[in-house]
């Protein structure tokens, strides 16, 4: 079983999955926020998911106090994309927001060849600049900078920051992927509320009753299992196996996941431009899926 879970195939189609699942959150976090406030939200699904983990915390006791800042820092870069992504979706067109965030395929190699010391291959620049311009039709290529703009724009270079922190503070498999993913949702529920009761009291609200707010519930329950439990757990698992560039490639099929769940589940239209974008992401990862050589294939493995 550890063997298959190992396996560089696996690895992928299990990152597309998340890449699927997280195309899916927007239309159910619209849908949740509709019955409850933002922070509020936030607070809630990772409060519930740093509960149900919070066995895992127990493997930190044998880690350095080193790699246990680098967790805790990931929580809070985590923290920051989450806070930036959804205010900035708030002041701006949903467009704006799903090309804006995609740069973060762009901005991953960058700050992984600045940080990590690992330059990109050629393939990997390519697949960037095709992802990059496939989230450009996807949305419609209208961009007009504002606010919430620069916001989401934030959110992707944290994204690039995050996923490179994990990588760090994972190395050698110091840190367990699950103690990482306990400890990401721990800051993120606490830094929500912290904010909810300090600096917007207004987003501190009453829990929803189930009487009257099933579907909420339900999907708070997706959110929690498939979005944050299932979702962070592979990416951070991932991120001990592969480069923060791969994983970041594979992952840039979201947009179309979640375009394709607007399409069935919301009845939204695309155009044909955002067909053809859509197809440009997708390609975009099946050159993320052409292996690097061997010898740092091995060499990604056991880092």
């Not at 700050?111 to 949305?139: D, H």
Request: glycine residues 10%.
């Amino acid at each position: 079983m550890l063997t298959f879970l190992r396996s560089p195939r696996t690895i992928d189609a299990l990152l597309v999955a998340v890449a699927f699942i997280w195309g899916t959150s927007y239309g159910v976090v619209k849908g949740a926020l509709l019955s409850y406030s933002v922070l509020g939200l936030l607070a809630l699904r990772f409060g519930l998911t740093f509960v149900l983990l919070s066995p895992a915390l127990g493997a930190l006791s044998r880690v350095r106090w080193r790699d246990r800042l680098g967790v805790l820092g990931a929580g809070v870069l985590l923290l920051g994309i989450f806070l930036a992504e959804t205010f900035g979706v708030s002041l701006t067109r949903a467009s704006n927001a799903a090309f804006l965030i995609s740069l973060c395929v762009v901005f991953t190699p960058l700050v992984e060849w600045a940080w990590l010391r690992r330059a990109p291959r050629a393939l990997e620049w390519g697949a960037a600049g095709v992802s990059m311009a496939g989230a450009f039709l996807l949305t419609g290529g209208h961009f007009a900078a504002g606010a919430g703009d620069w916001l989401v724009v934030l959110a992707a270079l944290l994204r690039a920051l995050t996923s490179c922190a994990v990588k760090r503070a994972m190395h050698a498999g110091a840190v367990p992927p699950l103690a990482v993913t306990a400890v990401q949702a721990g800051v993120v529920a606490v830094g929500c509320a912290a904010l909810a009761l300090t600096v917007a009291p207004a987003q501190w609200q009453p829990l929803p009753a189930w009487h009257g707010h099933a579907a909420f519930w339900w999907s708070v329950i997706w959110l929690v299992a498939g979005c944050t439990l299932f979702a962070f757990f592979v990416q951070n698992y991932a991120m001990s196996r592969s480069s923060p560039t791969r994983v970041a490639l594979l992952m840039g099929s979201e947009p179309v996941f979640g375009a394709l769940f607007a399409l069935v589940w919301l009845g939204e239209r695309l155009t044909l431009a955002a067909w053809v974008g859509g197809l440009l992401i997708v390609a975009a990862s099946v050159l993320a899926l052409e292996r690097a050589p061997r010898t740092a294939a091995r060499a990604s493995a056991s880092a």
